[in-house]
């Protein structure tokens, strides 16, 4: 696994979300693999880094690493750090298809709540494909 220096990848905690901060965590490092932001072998903060950029209590962010490390998707070693692992995560088809199905049913019910078009949505995504300028 390479360990090469990498951009940093950056956390941002929504409090009134109702989603739990360790959640929050987890889930963007899934996304940021997802996109791309983080790759095989990039570095995440320590766990004491990362409660003091995040202004939150370090086992929540050893609850989100210990989820993570579990699904595969991170290996720490002691002294070294905590990395994007080089492992594939196995899904069966059928089970990662239901998953999306229900990604892109919570997002449709919530934006169309919201007041957004599919056609909203869409252009957003495409923006998600390209580098951020936001």
């Known amino acids: ?23 929050q965590i987890v889930d963007q490092v899934r996304g940021g693999v997802a996109s791309g932001a983080l790759a095989e072998g990039h570095q995440l903060p320590t766990v004491r880094q990362l409660a003091v950029d995040l202004e939150i209590n370090p086992n929540t962010v050893v609850r989100a690493y210990r989820e993570l490390e579990l699904g595969g998707l991170l290996e720490t070693q002691q002294g070294t750090g905590t990395f994007i692992s080089a492992k594939k995560v196995a899904r069966a088809d059928a089970h990662r298809d239901r ?36």
């Open 1 to 23: 696994m390479s360990r090469t220096a990498n951009p940093p990848f950056r956390f941002h905690l929504d409090q009134n979300s109702g989603v739990p901060v360790y959640r």
């Open 99 to 134: 998953q999306l199905s229900q990604i892109v049913a919570d997002c449709m019910a919530r934006a169309g709540a919201a007041g957004f078009t599919v056609a909203d949505l869409l252009e957003e995504l495409r923006q998600w494909e390209m580098p951020r300028r936001r």
